[in-house]
């Protein structure tokens, strides 16, 4: 039973050895096809955030050489191999600056130079992003030693998303936006960082360092081990209060859209055009703009509907009563609104 359940569980080599460190030292090189191939697809990318196209952003990644030298350099750490780490590492930062070159004169000469929401996203890495990194680095090399593991590898690739980060710090580059260059070279680092701890973690595992070059220095790994881990705990830090930052946020937000419904519900006339939760020097508020006039919902109605003991919230109303097309257009407003929940009854 238990050998059945091993043999289940268990990750054997499906291919010769020399064939993975072959496909190891070749995703390594960063010259002719591989350096033209992160050109093309950082501009692809590019192009797809800007539009907001994802068919461009997902194809991009599938073509991108990135994870190489990650990969690399995790695998060098793994058997102790000196030239494989400096290569991997050089060819690691040649990559990056290539990858920022692309982005950077992209956003420079494009006529579009707001930031859309897919930029903005890939500039705040939480903790479920460093998780996801660690599992593509899993699932990645397993995809490196496995028989056919291109799609694997294709699928890694997507979903710890290396090139977007860089296409947001190429934007925040060229658009000396500072803080938006900084996320999202924090975000590709971690991205490469925790792929290359998952793969050196499988490599390990595996005991792959013992079959190369029977190699199992046990001081090397207790160092390399304690580094990894310190500067796992590092980088790891802002994420997690990235993270933190982002559940407050969507609290902030659920609880001010059960109170804009218990409002609406008790004041039918209410006609809300927008609502602004946020958090400001550790204070949560609650900004909502109104169509009516103060004088037909007074505004301490609504202060003492407030089921939010910890919000401030801030009702703005319009001037006056007077103006026959606002009327007109808190009618039309309203009517529609019929009409909606009519259609809902039906349905």
Same mark, same amino acid.
């Given at each position: ?13 499906? =291919? ?38 994802? *068919? ?22 793994? $058997? ?35 930031? *859309? ?124 209060? $990235? ?7 969507? *609290? ?18 209410? $006609? ?22 103060? *004088? ?6 609504? $202060? ?32 529609? =609104? ?10």
């Amino acid at each position: 039973m238990l050998r059945k359940i091993k043999e289940s569980f268990g990750l054997p080599l499906e =291919e010769n050895i020399d064939v993975t460190l072959n496909e190891i030292k070749d995703g390594i090189q960063f010259t002719g096809h591989n350096m033209w191939l992160l050109f093309f697809a950082m501009i692809m990318a590019c192009i797809g955030l800007t539009n907001n196209n994802i *068919t461009a952003i997902i194809g991009s990644m599938l073509i991108s050489p990135l994870m190489g030298p990650v990969v690399g350099i995790a695998f060098g750490l793994s $058997i102790s191999d000196k030239i494989s780490i400096y290569q991997s590492f050089r060819n690691y930062v040649f990559a990056l600056l290539i990858s920022l070159c692309s982005s950077t004169i992209f956003f420079l000469i494009s006529p579009f130079h707001n930031s *859309t929401n897919i930029l903005n996203d890939y500039t705040h890495p939480t903790i479920f992003d460093v998780m996801l990194a660690f599992f593509g680095g899993l699932a990645g090399f397993l995809g490196i030693i496995k028989k056919d593991g291109t799609k694997v590898i294709a699928g890694v690739a997507v979903a710890t998303s290396c090139m977007p980060p860089l296409c947001s710090a190429g934007y925040g580059l060229a658009n000396l936006n500072w803080q938006m260059f900084l996320g999202g070279l924090y975000f590709y680092i971690i991205n490469s960082f925790f792929i290359g701890v998952g793969s050196q973690l499988l490599i390990r595992w595996m005991q792959l360092p013992k079959i190369i070059q029977n190699n199992d220095n046990e001081i090397q790994k207790t160092s390399s081990t304690w580094l990894i881990s310190m500067l796992s705990i590092i980088l790891m830090l802002p994420s997690i209060w $990235i993270a933190y930052d982002k559940w407050k946020q969507q *609290t902030l937000n659920d609880h001010a859209q059960k109170y804009i419904e218990k409002i609406k519900s008790k004041y039918p006339d209410l $006609i809300i055009v927008e609502h602004r939760a946020s958090i400001i020097e550790n204070k949560e508020k609650l900004e909502i703009v109104l169509l009516n006039d103060s *004088t037909k919902i007074h505004p301490k109605l609504l $202060i003492e509907a407030n089921a939010l003991d910890k919000m401030d919230i801030n009702w703005k109303f319009v001037k006056s009563f007077e103006n026959s097309e606002l009327q007109q257009l808190q009618l039309r407003l309203k009517n529609v =609104e019929e009409e909606l929940v009519k259609l809902n009854n039906k349905n």
